[in-house]
């Protein structure tokens, strides 16, 4: 079974634009979920798309926004970028009814200049 | 509020020996679940071992052994046998109950990273 795909997995970016980040689950799973990992503020939960619906969100602002779509594939927009954003961030997918898995991706390594 | 704590910014080992790595949590909910995972250099999150609070025996997988102690509020991991691939950084994650509705929402440690001496 192939594991979480993320694309791609370096992005150099400037101040200002914007970013689009996209995961492919592990084929069955249902529910993806995103996080930032900096090294000053580790890593934070940014959100879970199930059945192409948000379930939850964490304490991020809105120009971090991010869809399911039928397939589960996810993806994760952030707009007008700012230099703290530069971040690894990370996509889990998880089966349905399964909370005890949680299976992350290689990550996306964000730089912003 | 879930909080987990990870007091060892990094620790050493000789190779074939074990380690210890510790985590202590704090929550309010009565059902809840731990994870450690393994962060090479890479950067992807590599699952070892997960534990659930009403587990009663403290869970194993291969090399990696989960040490449970509920009223300590602690679930420090343990590697037995340690391998130069073991060095990474490791972080303890927490999720809370399923009917919280927010059950896949992970809280992490700050990690420690672990090197394993030849």
């Known amino acids: 079974k192939a594991g979480v795909t993320q694309t791609p997995r370096y992005l150099i970016k400037t101040r200002g634009q914007q970013v689009t980040l996209s995961c492919s689950p592990i084929s069955g799973h249902r529910s993806v979920s995103w996080y930032q990992q900096t090294p000053g503020q580790g890593l934070q939960f940014l959100f879970e798309?199930?059945?192409?619906?948000?379930?939850n969100k964490g304490n991020f602002p809105g120009r971090f926004s991010g869809r399911q779509f039928s397939n589960s594939r996810s993806e994760m927009n952030v707009s007008t970028l700012e230099l703290g954003d530069s971040a690894l961030y990370l996509c889990?997918?998880?089966?349905?009814?399964?909370?005890?898995?949680?299976?992350f991706g290689p990550g996306t390594r964000l730089t912003v200049t | 509020a879930q909080k987990i704590t990870q007091t060892q910014p990094g620790m050493f080992v000789q190779e074939k020996e074990a380690v210890t790595l510790d985590c202590t949590y704090d929550t309010s909910d009565q059902s809840y679940g731990l994870f450690w995972y393994k962060q090479p250099s890479s950067g992807e999150m590599i699952f070892l071992i997960y534990q659930g609070s009403y587990d009663e025996q403290n869970a194993t997988e291969g090399r990696y052994s989960l040490n449970f102690q509920k009223a300590r509020k602690s679930a420090n991991l343990v590697i037995s046998a340690s391998q130069l691939g073991d060095s990474a950084m490791y972080f303890c994650a927490m999720r809370p109950g399923t009917l919280s509705g927010s059950a896949r929402q992970l809280t992490f440690g700050s990690g420690t990273q672990l090197t394993v001496l030849p």
């Open positions: 889990a997918s998880s089966p349905n009814r399964v909370e005890n898995e949680q299976y």
């Open positions: 798309y199930f059945s192409e619906t948000q379930r």
